[in-house]
């Protein structure tokens, strides 16, 4: 099975071309070739396909086999590899997601591409939405979640996946596994969350970390990125536009006027091979 490795500010894919690569179990699949040890070793598994509603439709399957609804950070990635292995020529496409069409841009310099820019659609903040249980037409900010014998203000966002947002003063020495493992678990969230702690550096710079769920520890999360910025804005931390530093680098966000959250990022191609096992 031929594969390209990709990543986007340290969260790492194997994108396969699900049209000329047959794989009979894409969970089983992506656990496997995940590890870090006996496999590649990923933050997921990315399978190209062909769509009847956008130019193409992307499955993401995490470490863990747990298939996600979106990710942002492979959706730059994605964008990338369908235009640089000619299956596309169109610079500006349409993805179908579990989470809907996603629209990425690639941004050129010189005729290469520099970085993408993706239009993450709408974020979604009842809790109904989410999905968070409690009253279903009602938002999340600034709630109390008991975990434990700890309470913690979250603000919860999806960007067509589940995001919890808590700002804290000093997200370095954090602990995410202590901390982020059981809220993404946690009973308030039928279908887990992932988990983002956010220390906020002025009013146009946010640093966040991140417990993704189905993974666990990441060096960014795209949808992330787009939920915390959103959760600033609605906490009044931030501006609608605003940098995001992550462990693997750097985001731009823009919550703009039309209710849709932009991101603009790298997307790095790694090496290329063919998995045997």
Not at 31 to 38: A, K, L, P
Not at 244 to 272: C, I, M, Q, S
Request: glycine content about 10%; overall charge negative; charged content about 25%.
């Amino acid at each position: 099975m031929k594969f390209t490795k990709w990543q986007g500010i340290g969260n790492d894919f194997v994108i396969v071309d699900g049209v000329r690569e047959t794989i009979d179990d894409y969970a089983s699949k992506a656990i496997e070739i995940c590890d870090r040890h006996f496999g590649v070793g990923a933050d997921g598994l990315v399978i190209v396909l062909p769509s009847d509603v956008a130019d193409f439709r992307m499955r993401i399957f995490n470490s863990d086999g747990s298939e996600a609804e979106m990710c942002g950070n492979v959706t730059r990635c994605f964008a990338r590899f369908v235009y640089e292995n000619g299956l596309t020529n169109k610079t500006e496409l349409t993805i179908e997601t579990l989470a809907g069409i996603i629209k990425p841009r690639l941004i050129f310099d010189n005729g290469v591409v520099t970085s993408v820019c993706v239009d993450m659609g709408e974020p979604r903040l009842k809790r109904g939405e989410i999905p968070m249980l409690g009253d279903p037409e009602a938002q999340a900010v600034a709630v109390p979640l008991l975990v434990g014998d700890s309470t913690y203000s979250v603000t919860c966002v999806s960007m067509g996946n589940p995001h919890c947002i808590i700002f804290v003063d000093d997200v370095e020495n954090l602990d995410l596994a202590e901390f982020g493992r059981p809220i993404e678990v946690h009973p308030a969230f039928p279908r887990k969350t992932n988990v983002e702690f956010v220390q906020v550096v002025d009013r146009q710079t946010l640093r966040m970390r991140v417990w993704e769920r189905g993974a666990g520890v990441t060096l960014a999360c795209g949808t992330g990125a787009c939920a915390v910025l959103v959760a600033a804005v609605l906490n009044d931390k931030t501006d609608r536009k605003a940098v995001l530093k992550l462990d693997g680098g750097e985001l731009l966000l823009e919550w703009r006027d039309d209710n849709h959250v932009y991101k603009t990022g790298p997307a790095v191609e790694v090496f290329r091979g063919e998995y045997l096992a």
